[in-house]
């Protein structure tokens, strides 16, 4: 069983920036396909962005693409998420995410039901 722990949320004004940072342990972190999904009030957990477990490979959801950038260092067991052009339509809880498939796939899941979770981190994006 893998251990996410998120960090590096914050508020932020719209236009600004911040980098989450999700530190495993447990289950080997490195052979594992991982992800980031968001959460605002009131409505449902979604894909946000998810890295291979090389870290060759990588998908964005439409709404981040080109402001998000994910990335892993498996030496250090970290997954980041570098937010750049925060919106106020950001705002949300951020969860990192391992996926629960097998090791070394090059399939990257977008549905919340193929992870296992951290706690969150808040980010919130004032305008």
């Known amino acids: 069983q893998v251990h996410l722990v998120e960090s590096g949320g914050g508020l932020v004004q719209a236009g600004g920036s911040l980098r989450l940072s999700c530190a495993g342990s447990?289950?080997?972190?490195?052979?594992?396909?991982m992800g980031w999904f968001r959460q605002a009030p009131g409505k449902e957990r979604e894909f946000v962005a998810g890295?291979?477990?090389?870290?060759?490979?990588?998908y964005y959801a439409d709404s981040v693409k080109g402001r998000f950038t994910i990335s892993r260092d498996n030496a250090k067991n970290t997954l980041y998420l570098q937010m750049k052009s925060l919106k106020p339509e950001d705002t949300a809880v951020y969860y990192c995410?391992?996926?629960?498939?097998?090791?070394?796939?090059?399939?990257?899941?977008?549905?919340?039901?193929?992870?296992?979770w951290g706690q969150g981190t808040q980010v919130t994006v004032s305008s």
């Open positions: 447990g289950r080997t972190f490195s052979g594992y396909v």
């Open positions: 995410a391992a996926d629960r498939g097998q090791p070394y796939t090059t399939i990257i899941h977008t549905s919340p039901d193929e992870y296992d």
């Open positions: 890295i291979n477990w090389t870290g060759g490979s990588t």
